[in-house]
């Protein structure tokens, strides 16, 4: 996957829907096959202002990123051959940079 976004919504989305959001973290882990970071986003405020304050990872409750973190140790337990390495949380900074680059390799592709 090129880029691997979790958007927080208050609401239930149907898996694979499309929402304009805006970064907020990232997560960054490697598994089996290598580097594989997860960016952490909002909706943008036209489409939830619940959110119009939280500008990084860190202004979302902590157990919520307890949570994310936990899930995503876990996600790939029992899958034989599989594993996970949690390797800590970056600010939206890093998941914008991450963004970018994902996005000037699928030019290249």
Same mark, same amino acid.
């Given at each position: ?7 927080? /919504?208050?609401?239930?989305?149907? *898996?694979?829907?499309?929402?304009? /959001? =805006? *970064? ?7 598994? &089996?096959?290598? !580097?594989? &970071? #997860? ?6 405020? +036209? %489409?939830? *202002?619940?959110? #119009?304050?939280? !500008?990084?990872?860190?202004?979302? *409750?902590?157990? %919520? ?10 996600? #790939?337990?029992?899958?034989?051959? +599989?594993?996970? +390495? ?5 600010? $939206?900074?890093? $998941?914008?940079?991450?963004?970018? +680059? $994902?996005? &000037? $390799?699928? #030019? =290249?592709?």
């Amino acid at each position: 996957d090129p880029v691997d976004v979790l958007v927080v /919504s208050r609401i239930p989305v149907v *898996p694979g829907a499309v929402i304009r /959001s =805006r *970064p907020i973290g990232v997560l960054m882990m490697h598994d &089996e096959a290598g !580097q594989d &970071e #997860k960016i952490l986003a909002v909706p943008v405020e +036209k %489409l939830n *202002p619940y959110y #119009k304050n939280v !500008q990084n990872y860190t202004d979302m *409750p902590d157990i %919520l990123i307890q949570r994310i973190t936990h899930f995503f140790e876990h996600y #790939k337990d029992l899958e034989e051959g +599989k594993w996970v +390495k949690v390797d800590g949380w970056q600010d $939206a900074s890093v $998941a914008r940079e991450l963004i970018m +680059k $994902a996005i &000037e $390799a699928g #030019k =290249r592709a």
